[in-house]
């Protein structure tokens, strides 16, 4: 019998593979979690129903009893909801994170050679998107029931730009959050509440004179409250704070710009540390 010999084969040469950029590998996570919006447009009932309630509620409902001096209700009304809309922004961020680490896609991106902060920053913007269509959404039921910006585009952008800058800064609170809890459930009870007493213990829906004086002074040292009135007085929505009125509120552009910073600060070196932990048990 003649042996049968097998020709040897080559060396198979693989590419090089190389780890993609931070920018692109928080891209490609900011693109699934809006999928994930695509194929489940009942994730956006927060942000569009629940605005559209929030806004005729209040509106209708409890404006006809509630006074502003200086402005109409409707006016001072718009810019304390998407202040809220903003800080829950926190509790949406930290429930889909602890979801993500809950049923393993932080653990199998962990076996890819891509940036580990990349499921942070992807999950941060897309968390901003989600927030920013209840504000788009908002704005346009604002208009049909007489809000107005008054005191020009320049101003206007301003105090978007400034909504988004709290809502950003807020966000790695809600990361923190949602690297420390264990369950959805338990991060949505925490989040909510927190979130509750911080945006309504504020000018968000009524001024601060009618409160108590010891529940006033909360109220306006409250961060909350400094955002909504620098929207309140870059979209012309409300008289400037009055000379009673607390320093924050005196200086509510400045001191708002200050908070988020300082937030960004406190919780994003908080919130890494945190997931980092968290992704290695």
């Known amino acids: 019998m003649t042996a049968v010999r097998t020709p040897a084969l080559s060396p198979v040469t693989r590419p090089p593979i190389s780890p993609p950029s931070l920018l692109r590998a928080s891209t490609a996570i900011v693109w699934r979690n809006l999928l994930h919006i695509r194929r489940m447009p009942e994730m956006l009932l927060d942000v569009t129903v629940q605005s559209v309630m929030f806004v005729l509620l ?23 909801i ?7 922004s926190s509790a949406i961020v930290a429930m889909g994170l ?15 050679p891509v940036p580990r902060p990349a499921v942070l920053v992807g999950r941060s913007i897309s968390s901003l998107i989600h927030s920013s269509i209840g504000v788009v ?16 585009v320049v101003d206007g952008v301003l105090g978007f730009l400034l909504l988004l800058l709290f809502g950003f800064a807020l966000i790695w609170l809600g990361i923190w959050v949602g690297s420390l809890m264990r369950t959805v459930e338990a991060v949505q009870g925490f989040m909510f509440t927190v979130m509750f007493p911080l945006t309504f213990v504020a000018n968000t829906f009524a001024p601060t004179e009618t409160m108590p004086a010891w529940l006033r002074t909360i109220a306006e040292w409250n961060p909350v409250s400094a955002v909504t009135q620098a929207c309140r007085e870059l979209w012309g929505n409300g008289p400037p704070a009055g000379p009673d009125a607390a320093w924050p509120l005196q200086n509510a552009v400045a001191v708002s710009v200050a908070w988020s910073l300082i937030f960004m600060a406190v919780f994003a070196p908080l919130a890494v540390s945190a997931f980092r932990r968290r992704s290695r048990d």
Do not use: C, H
């Open 58 to 80: 209040f509106a209708y409902v409890f404006g006809g009893a509630i006074a502003v001096e200086g402005s109409n209700y409707r006016e001072f009304l718009l810019p304390g």
């Open 82 to 88: 998407m202040v809220q809309t903003m800080v829950f």
């Open 98 to 112: 602890t979801n993500d680490l809950q049923k393993g896609f932080v653990d199998r991106f962990k076996s890819l």
């Open 137 to 152: 959404v908002m704005g346009l039921t604002g208009l049909l029931i007489g809000w107005r910006i008054r005191n020009g």
